[in-house]
């Protein structure tokens, strides 16, 4: 996660060279702390008054999808006028528009003031998740996997480091952890460039406590 001052640095480099930002926010209300001091830093968007003339080099993009509903496709873009102008030409082009069923029923339901509640709950929700999961792997894989316990989000980010001579590539892990009817997402997609093969996308989004011990069990027998 970037730091408060790093998120700063940020912005002042798009205003430095004049570069635009986007900021792909779908997970930024989907911490895990409880207090204000263990929450995450404000997004790039709410420090952009702190940088004059980073807002206009900053486009912020946020969804639904992580904290109500993936079905519902709805997301948003909060960009300079003559950028957003372009995007919903392009996005008019490639899907005509977002469903305005689903747009009217997001609308309403954040109209009548549910989302405070259901972003309480699913932040409890899958903070417990992350907790079951991230203790299951220590005691499941030990040394041969090393990540920093998800302060938010829906993943843990991992990597396998070879210990005892086990496996340390993700894809090759990938494939045996399938064999015992488990799946996970490699790491290496993930990069642009100079992929770190030893990672691994785990995730605890979709399935409750008891089948996560028992999918991390399955990567223990796997490795
Ligand atoms: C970083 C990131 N950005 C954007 C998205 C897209 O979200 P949506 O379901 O709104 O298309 C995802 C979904 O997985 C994501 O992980």
């Known amino acids: 996660m970037l730091s408060l001052a790093r998120r700063k640095a940020v912005l002042e480099m798009a205003v430095r060279h004049q570069t635009l930002i986007v900021e792909d926010d779908p997970y930024g209300d989907l911490y895990f702390g409880q207090t204000a001091d263990d929450r995450p830093p404000p997004s790039l968007l709410a420090m952009s008054p702190l940088v004059p003339g980073s807002r206009e080099l900053l486009a912020h993009c946020g969804s639904l999808s992580k904290v109500l509903s993936p079905g519902l496709r709805v997301g948003w873009m909060i960009a300079p006028a003559e950028l957003l102008a372009k995007a919903t030409m392009c996005k008019q082009f490639s899907d005509a528009h977002t469903s305005t069923f689903a747009q009217a029923t997001a609308a309403q339901y954040l109209k009548a003031g549910r989302m405070p509640g259901t972003l ?28 920093v316990q998800p302060q938010g989000g829906l993943f843990v980010w991992a990597r396998l480091t070879g210990a ?23 790491g290496a997609p993930f990069y642009c460039a100079h992929p770190d093969h030893a990672t691994l996308r785990l995730s605890f989004a979709t399935v409750g406590v008891e089948k996560i011990v028992e999918g991390v069990g399955r990567l223990g027998s796997a490795l």
Not at 123 to 141: K, N, S
């Open 164 to 186: 005892g001579g086990k496996v340390s590539d993700g894809a090759v892990f990938a494939k045996s952890a399938i064999d015992k009817g488990v799946a996970f997402v490699p």
């Open 120 to 147: 309480a709950h699913v932040r409890r929700v899958y903070a417990e998740r992350a907790q079951v999961m991230c203790d299951a792997l220590r005691r499941e894989l030990g040394d041969a996997i090393e990540f």
